[in-house]
């Protein structure tokens, strides 16, 4: 199986962790390179084989992997996260000004674990997107490693800014409740808090089972959940530094997400100069497979029209 060391750029609590990511790739490696980010707790799979396919189809190297602390990719063991504690005393910390608490890690590492990939392929620069947490990571990496980004695609995701990443209560207790640790239990609940925060018109319970049960069979490990929630919950807000971005940037969102409500996504593109915003009828937190064709048109397009920097 391929993995990448991207030790370069670690910054754990642990100095002789060694942070090796599994990575896939589809498409031609000399057609231009679109690196594909998870979200929270999400793996490899969550961007669908299909998906990422179709996108080499259409003329790119897709790269895609798993973060740390989920699928396959280095689980911190035993790093701990008091993830209540830490979410009170960051949400002082926004309000104040004052240091956030320490964590692991945050979405700055994140981004660095995704230059560490591109250097491990040879990759100067890529197209990158990213999908909720994702869409947070692929901002950051646009802010921290500009040179490396060709453009950039934020899908389902928001700025950090208070006011901007509002869910609904029941999405929001569905995603922070803890899985069940047996396989029956952990599909049905999976596909329980899945429906409460997908696209309601194109909700399939059997295909999210299946899916949900690949996920627990391919690495069921929740003890990375709260390391990567605590790295969403203290990193400050964007705003300033997105403002600032001179990058081609594509915001997608659905109108009917319940889990990053659409003006996460509009504000996203009201910040980054010269975003386009694409707003997404029917289309809650998932890529449903009757919306590909709108999803991959728009990567696709995007990322053949991104000019050079400004």
């Not at 490396?148 to 695609?153: F, I, K, P």
């Not at 937190?285 to 029209?305: E, K, N, R, V, Y």
Request: proline fraction near 8%; hydrophobic fraction near 40%.
């Amino acid at each position: 199986m391929p993995f990448a060391s991207v030790n370069q750029f670690a910054r754990t609590d642990q100095d002789d962790t060694e942070i090796r990511l599994y990575y896939e790739t589809h498409g031609d490696p000399g057609n231009p390179a679109l690196l594909l980010v998870n979200g929270y707790s999400s793996q490899i799979i969550g961007w669908f084989e299909g998906f990422r396919e179709q996108l080499a189809e259409r003329g790119r190297f897709v790269v895609s992997f798993d973060n740390r602390d989920v699928g396959l990719s280095t689980h911190l063991d035993e790093v701990e996260v008091d993830l209540a504690a830490v979410s009170k005393a960051a949400a002082a910390a926004a309000v104040s000004g004052e240091p956030m608490p320490p964590v692991p890690y945050t979405l700055s590492d994140f981004a660095d674990d995704a230059a560490g990939l591109l250097d491990h392929l040879g990759i100067g620069a890529a197209h990158i997107a990213g999908m909720s947490m994702g869409g947070m990571i692929v901002q950051q990496m646009a802010i921290d490693h500009p040179d490396r980004v060709l453009s950039m695609t934020s899908i389902m995701s928001t700025t950090n800014e208070p006011g901007y990443f509002e869910a609904t209560p029941e999405a929001m207790a569905a995603l922070m409740t803890p899985p069940p640790p047996d396989r029956e239990g952990y599909i049905a609940a999976s596909v329980a808090s899945r429906k409460i925060s997908s696209s309601r018109r194109y909700f399939d319970p059997d295909r999210v089972a299946e899916m949900v049960a690949a996920a627990y069979d391919r690495m069921f490990y929740p003890e990375g959940l709260p390391r990567q929630m605590a790295a969403v919950r203290c990193s400050r807000s964007r705003v300033e530094s997105l403002r600032q971005l001179d990058v081609a940037t594509l915001v997608i969102h659905g109108r009917d997400d319940p889990l990053i409500m659409p003006n996460g996504g509009e504000r996203t593109a009201e910040l980054v100069p010269g975003a386009n915003l694409l707003l997404v009828g029917d289309m809650g937190h998932d890529l449903p497979t009757p919306l590909w064709p709108i999803l991959i048109d728009a990567i696709i397009s995007h990322t053949a029209h991104a000019g050079p920097r400004r």
